[in-house]
């Protein structure tokens, strides 16, 4: 049980790595506040922008200033380039990079010396999957943003990470929304390039590990500016820089 009881905010901790880490936190001792769509604390779409702005607003003004932001809020969309309709595209957008970077922008001000913001991203940030393509972009531009987020609060305490997980044994992959419709450029490939098969599933770590390794990075004194989570991505980050 933690001495120094911090004020922690999590995007998405209704459910998945969010819903670890708020476990997590809680039996350190910490305060923790769920913003979410089934939110505990707040219900709300973070791709909303106003009112994402009053939930924070809310925040500050019940339990003060805010110790840690962790932005997990997003979901998954799979389906081809040309056939995705543009509402779910910009929705994409509109939860997954819009949702984290305006919780960013709301928590700041909000934010004591030495706070920390943990921005959750995705390996496909890195490596780029086929009829994924405006998940992968979306986690591209929350990682790209932390990065660029670091450098602005460099002169000040706020520390800032991304952290990039592989694939994770949760609800995720089939909470998708997946779209199906095909042509004869694509024929079954769509389909089957989101459903898990038995090697996918072993590869998959489990949300236990994820989280512990997670919330071990959030609990160092100095943040590297990216973190990747699983063995095997590790390996394949590394062949990546060696091919460039």
């Known amino acids: 049980m933690r001495v120094d009881r911090r004020t922690v905010v999590i995007t998405g901790a209704s459910s998945g790595i969010g819903k670890g880490l708020l476990e997590t936190f809680e ?6 506040i769920d913003i979410s769509l089934d939110g505990r604390d707040y219900q709300c779409d973070v791709g909303d922008d106003q009112k994402l702005k009053a939930v924070f607003d809310d925040i500050y003004l019940k339990h003060g200033p805010i110790d840690i932001l962790v932005t997990c809020a997003g979901y998954g969309l799979s389906g081809a380039i040309e056939l995705l ?11 997954n990079f819009f949702g984290t970077a305006n919780a960013c922008k709301y928590a700041i001000p909000m934010m004591k010396e030495r706070s920390k913001i943990v921005i959750i991203s995705s390996a496909t940030a890195l490596f780029p999957v086929p009829f994924k393509a405006y998940y992968c972009a979306s986690k591209a531009a929350v990682h790209s ?13 706020i520390q800032v990470t991304s952290i990039c997980p592989g694939d ?22 769509i389909e089957l390039s989101t459903k898990p098969t038995e090697k996918t599933e072993k590869r998959r770590m489990s949300p236990e590990y994820a989280v512990k390794k997670i919330a071990q990075v959030i609990e160092k004194k100095k943040f590297k500016p990216m973190y990747i989570i699983g063995r095997q991505y590790h390996w394949f ?3 990546k820089r060696l091919q460039a």
């Open 145 to 157: 943003f932390a990065q660029v987020l670091k450098m602005e609060l460099s002169k000040t305490s």
């Open 27 to 32: 039996a350190q001792g910490d305060k923790v």
């Open 237 to 239: 980050y590394a062949a």
């Open 168 to 189: 994770i044994k949760t609800n995720f992959t089939a909470n998708r929304v997946k779209k199906y419709d095909t042509n004869e450029r694509y024929k079954e490939a």
């Open 85 to 95: 309709p543009e509402a779910d595209t910009r929705k994409q957008f509109d939860v």
